[in-house]
């Protein structure tokens, strides 16, 4: 299934500057960065599990938010791209 | 249903720093911001088909990027927040 991760880590501390690259390096071992803070990752249930647990763990709640979006796992129609950045297609072809 | 629309703008130039503006206005026409560059807009498909049109309008495609994401109908199991920035659920009661 396709999930979609959005975060807003509050970067105004140093520690919130390790928590957005932590963040982000946990989202790149599951999935690919298709914007600053946009993450497409091709899961399967228990993989979800423990993304979540491993974001969750670093995450602060009172200061970050993480927004997860399941597209499940026919997503191709659902998602569409426009402008810069070209995401490589999971299954390998480039989406031009 | 419900569209999330995540963007990019490349906020270098002037002109840059008016498209952000531009995008985020029409988002927040269409729908509510949930993070700083992801808008939950419940659409049906005419409204889908002008926000996108004046989504476009607005940015450079040599420099911006715009994801849109359909969650169709049945979107609330579909979607998890954690942390800051609790979102108003689209038909009024509040999610905490």
Redesign the interface.
């Known amino acids: 299934m396709m999930i979609?991760l959005?975060?807003?880590v509050?970067t105004e501390s140093v520690s919130g500057k390790k928590r957005l690259r932590k963040v982000a390096q946990i989202c790149l071992n599951y999935g690919i960065r298709?914007?600053?803070?946009?993450f497409e990752c091709n899961l399967d249930a228990s993989q979800l599990v423990t993304f979540?647990a491993a974001?969750?763990d670093v995450?602060?709640?009172?200061?970050?938010?993480?927004?997860?979006?399941?597209?499940?796992n026919e997503y191709k129609?659902?998602?569409?791209?426009?402008?810069?950045?070209v995401t490589p297609d999971q299954e390998g072809s480039l989406i031009l």
Chains 1, 2 share one sequence.
């Open positions: 979609i959005t975060y807003d509050n298709v914007q600053n803070s946009v979540r974001i969750l995450i602060d709640e009172s200061k970050d938010s993480v927004r997860i979006y399941n597209l499940g129609k659902k998602v569409e791209h426009y402008g810069m950045k």
